[in-house]
């Protein structure tokens, strides 16, 4: 066993860590035997986040079966990776990220290239503006700066943006983290104007909350 690895089942032990030309810092580690991202002040992939994407995802299986994703912010994978190892059958599946070094992360470290996801560098405010309507079942929108939600994602337009491109049994899932000051009313309300239904799932152990919403 790789002894950092194996030094990291009692610490935490460091295998790569910088900023992106975009100013993000990150770390990747290995925790417990698992090679996970961070950044800062939080895990981006494969840690904590990978066992609230879990539940995010679980509760969205109940009652849909996707067979077109739209992940907005890729980490790296985390997500993805669940989702391959729950869905045992084809589906498309599209990732948009801002940060081309975390891209580079991912494949580095995370096997991104085999988990056969279009990746694009770029915006995601920008990103979906240009898609076709009524393209996917599932948009997970898991961009996020650190710890905190973008000022963006929680402006009526960027969300009508992302509904118009839902199915019509589609559903708009957002990871919203313990940490994150976030006004919970303002957002709500602005999911009201956009979505006829939305419901929250909060993640006992870590407390995020995981919002899934439909048209």
């Not at 194996?6 to 100013?23: D, R």
């Not at 066992?51 to 067979?67: A, H, N």
């Not at 990220?97 to 096997?111: M, P, S």
């Amino acid at each position: 066993m790789n002894s950092k690895k194996l030094i990291s089942y009692v610490w935490p032990s460091v295998i790569e860590k910088g900023i992106t030309a975009l100013g993000q810092s990150y770390e990747v580690n290995f925790e417990n035997g698992v090679k996970v991202l961070n950044s800062e002040n939080t895990n981006y992939s494969f840690g904590s986040l990978h066992q609230i994407m879990l539940k995010g995802i679980d509760e969205v299986l109940r009652t849909l079966q996707p067979k077109s994703v739209l992940m907005l912010g890729l980490g790296a994978g985390s997500a993805i990776s669940i989702l391959k190892q729950k869905c045992p059958y084809d589906f498309k599946l599209k990732a948009i990220e801002i940060d081309d070094e975390l891209i580079a992360l991912a494949r580095k470290h995370f096997n991104l290239d085999v988990m056969n996801a279009e990746v694009v560098n770029m915006d995601a405010r920008l990103a979906i503006k240009d898609m076709p309507s009524a393209s996917f079942d599932l948009i997970i929108d898991d961009v996020f700066w650190d710890n905190q939600v973008p000022a963006f994602c929680k402006e009526e337009t960027y969300l009508k943006d992302n509904a118009r491109l839902l199915t019509a049994n589609g559903v708009y899932m957002r990871n919203i983290m313990a940490e994150s000051r976030i006004d919970s009313k303002f957002y709500e309300e602005n999911l009201s104007k956009v979505f006829k239904d939305f419901y929250s799932l909060k993640h006992k152990t870590y407390g995020n909350k995981i919002y899934f919403c439909k048209q």
